[in-house]
């Protein structure tokens, strides 16, 4: 089974965004992670009512604004059956990106849009 986990949103100012998103929509940090060197800190959104996540994406070493034409997002589905999606999927020759040390992989669509596959924890 999939189901959606979260959407992506690359931020150049981490602070000024969880205000806004704070003040404007109620989401809050449920969770995060910070890169052992410094160079990334992934934020989640919650609404307290959904398990859909919103995450914020800071990276230390970016300093000019986005463009949103980068592509710079992606969908997410967390899946109860990992292995066995990850077998289709690279039989199916669709595996664009693999994090052994996170335990995710990308795939590609038709279009090239990236969806992450995450396993249930």
Request: glycine share 6%.
């Amino acid at each position: 089974m999939l189901k959606f986990a979260h959407f992506n949103f690359n931020v150049l100012d981490l602070e000024k965004s969880l205000a806004f998103y704070k003040e404007a929509l109620g989401l809050e940090p449920v969770r995060e992670k910070v890169a052992d060197d410094g160079s990334f800190k992934l934020v989640y959104l919650g609404d307290k009512e959904t398990d859909f996540q919103l995450e914020l994406t800071w990276l230390r070493d970016r300093t000019e604004p986005y463009n949103l034409g980068e592509c710079e997002f992606h969908l997410a589905f967390d899946t109860d059956k990992y292995d066995e999606f990850h077998k289709h999927h690279e039989e199916m020759g669709c595996i664009a990106f693999e994090n052994p040390a996170m335990g995710i992989y990308f795939i590609t669509d038709p279009d090239g849009y990236w969806i992450e596959i995450v396993p249930v924890k």
